[in-house]
Nanobody, 121 residues
């Protein structure tokens, strides 16, 4: 059973960089052919795909967030990390990590429980 767990600060100040880590257990993030995504849901809005890192280490980003987003991984810890720079209150959301077996248009078979991040001074 694959499990994903998000971790990171729940409160970030405007203009700072938000950093979250997803720790994966029960399966390797390098296993063919899975994609590991970050997805967020602002209050009262739908889910927004932010980006993903593939089993190969290749990264993919939402065009609307690409200039502020970086996703990396630590294979020794079986973790992948999201960094979102220059945050504003509009970045307040529940942030999820999730796994799918393709990059776009696939169902996510495993999700983390989500972590609330609030951007406020």
């Amino acid at each position: 059973q694959v499990q994903l767990q998000e971790s990171g600060p729940g409160l970030v100040k405007p203009s700072q960089t938000l950093s979250l880590t997803c720790t994966v257990s029960g399966g390797s993030i390098t296993t063919n052919y899975y994609y590991w995504s970050w997805i967020r849901q602002p209050p009262g809005k739908g889910l927004e795909w932010m980006g993903a890192i593939a089993y190969s280490g290749s990264t993919y980003y939402s065009p609307s967030l690409k200039s502020r987003t970086s996703i990396s991984r630590d294979t020794s810890k079986n973790q992948f990390t999201l960094q979102l720079s220059s945050v504003t209150p509009e970045d307040t959301a529940v942030y999820y990590c999730a796994r799918a077996d393709c990059l776009m248009g696939c169902e996510y078979d495993y999700w983390g429980q989500g972590t609330q991040v609030t951007v406020s001074s």
